[in-house]
């Protein structure tokens, strides 16, 4: 491959972004899906992946569910490749969040566990409660609000004993036990006020 053909794949990932920025989605997808190849023939892995997740973002922004997860999980695949685990966690994490838009919750928690995962090898603390967060989310999308507690008990077996040595890491867990205390009081409010209403008008 040329000169010319890596600033061909620029300006197609140019135009896409500014076809994004002018909300023209339909050519903002063609650009990307366009300069995804183009990378991808250069053996520009990162940034193809790059271009996938732009454009699957556009694709979950349109709703179309099923493609975004599609893109997500080649830009995983276009990560890896490029020796990314950082963003192949960060795609991995958007793919499951699609999944629970899809209401396919062992997928989505699958995809959770994976960037988990990598977010762990990575030490990464802050992707590592994204990911927590996301798994609460799934088990208040399954109704099981005593299953949260669950997930800080995963959490401990699969990154803390791994981090005793990283205080960041031990203070992030107590943090997050604050947070599910919340979250299961923010549920119960609402469901509580629910039923009130309700009653009231029977």
Known sequence: MTTQDEKAAEKRLQAGIDAFYDGKLDAAAEAFSDAEIRFRLLGDFKRSGDSRTMLAD???QKNQLEQAA???QKAMRLYKDANLPLNEAGSSLSLG????????????QEAYQNAWNL??????????????????????QRGKTELVWDVSTWISGNSIKQQM?????????AQLNTNWVKLIATWDCRKSHYWIIKLNRL
Not at 119 to 140: D, F, S, T, W
Not at 165 to 173: G, I, L, N, P
């Open 165 to 173: 040595h990283s205080q960041k890491a031990v203070r992030w867990h």
């Open 58 to 60: 556009i694709q979950r």
């Open 70 to 72: 599609n893109s997500y």
């Open 119 to 140: 977010y762990v090898n990575q030490g990464n603390v802050q992707g590592q409660g994204n990911v927590a967060l996301a798994l609460g989310h799934i088990e208040m």
């Open 97 to 108: 969040h699609v999944e629970r838009q899809l209401a396919h919750l062992d997928r989505a």
